[in-house]
């Protein structure tokens, strides 16, 4: 797969009923992660990596084609379009390396920095030497 494909994949499962805004972080993410050494340093295996994004290990399929609703097809269109503009370095300009919905609490949230709420995720960075 594409590292365009790569990103709007997860852009779409991630982010798609999110505004433009939350896609765009959450593309933001994935490249500040690409670009971060303790990261690997590329798209495909940064969205790929075990764990990392949830709908890559929720048993569902991956493939936003399977979802023909007219919401969901603009989403992917979406998804797509803000992928590669981020890809081309058209970025939000946020440092977040990690973010989650705010309807869950994972362990890590409290040891990055809380950077800001878009929609319906909160943004962190990570400042710790670890993943």
Known sequence: MTPLMCM???????????????K?????????????????????SVVNEPYAFSYTHDGLSDDPTRH????????????????????????????????HATNVLPFWAKHYSLDTRI????FYTNHTPYK
């Open 8 to 22: 709007a994949v997860a852009v779409f499962f991630e982010a798609r009923g999110e505004p433009m805004t939350g």
């Open 24 to 44: 765009e972080a959450v593309a933001n993410v994935i490249v500040n992660r690409v670009e971060d050494h303790r990261y690997p340093d590329d798209t495909c």
């Open 68 to 99: 023909t609703g007219h919401q969901d097809k603009i989403a992917w269109a979406e998804a797509q379009a803000v992928a590669k503009d981020a890809l081309e370095g058209n970025l939000l300009g946020i440092t977040s390396t990690h973010y």
């Open 119 to 122: 929609g319906n995720h909160l």
